[in-house]
C-alpha cells in the first residue's frame, strides 16, 4: 500500500509539474480579461436567492401537512455530497496531500 501510494503521488506530483508548465504557456496565449465574453464575466452562483426562498416555503408547506407531490427535499443544489450521504473520497485526497506535503512521506503509518 505505502509503494502504491508513493508511485501514485510521485506520478501525480510529476503530472502537476508538467501541468503547470503548460498552464503557464497557456494562459500566455489567453489574452487579456478583456478577451472574455462579458457573460462570463457577469457569472453568479448565489447559493441564496429565489431557489432557496422557494425551497423554504415548500419545506413550510410540508411541515404544515398540505400535500405536495413530494414529501421531502434533498438538497443537492450547493455541491456537499457528503450532505446526501455520499462517502468521501479518502484514497484520492490522501494522495493528493502527500503531493502537496511530501514530508508526510517521511511519517511512520504513511
Avoid: W
Avoid at 457573460?39 to 416555503?57: A, F, H, Q, S
Avoid at 419545506?59 to 404544515?64: D, P, R
Wanted: charged letters at 25%; aromatic letters at 4%; one cysteine or more.
Amino acid at each position: 500500500m505505502f509503494r502504491s501510494l508513493t508511485r501514485t503521488a510521485t506520478s501525480l506530483l510529476q503530472i502537476q509539474r508538467a501541468s503547470l508548465h503548460q498552464t503557464k504557456a497557456s494562459l500566455q496565449q489567453l489574452g487579456s480579461k478583456d478577451d472574455i465574453f462579458v457573460n462570463v464575466k457577469e457569472m453568479e452562483y448565489p447559493v441564496r436567492g429565489p431557489l432557496l426562498i422557494l425551497k423554504n416555503e415548500l419545506e413550510a408547506k410540508i411541515k404544515n401537512g398540505e400535500k405536495l407531490p413530494f414529501q421531502e427535499i434533498i438538497e443537492c443544489n450547493i455541491g456537499n455530497p457528503q450532505a446526501l450521504g455520499q462517502e468521501p473520497l479518502q484514497y484520492m485526497r490522501d494522495v493528493l496531500s502527500l503531493v502537496v506535503n511530501p514530508k508526510l512521506m517521511e511519517l511512520e503509518g504513511v
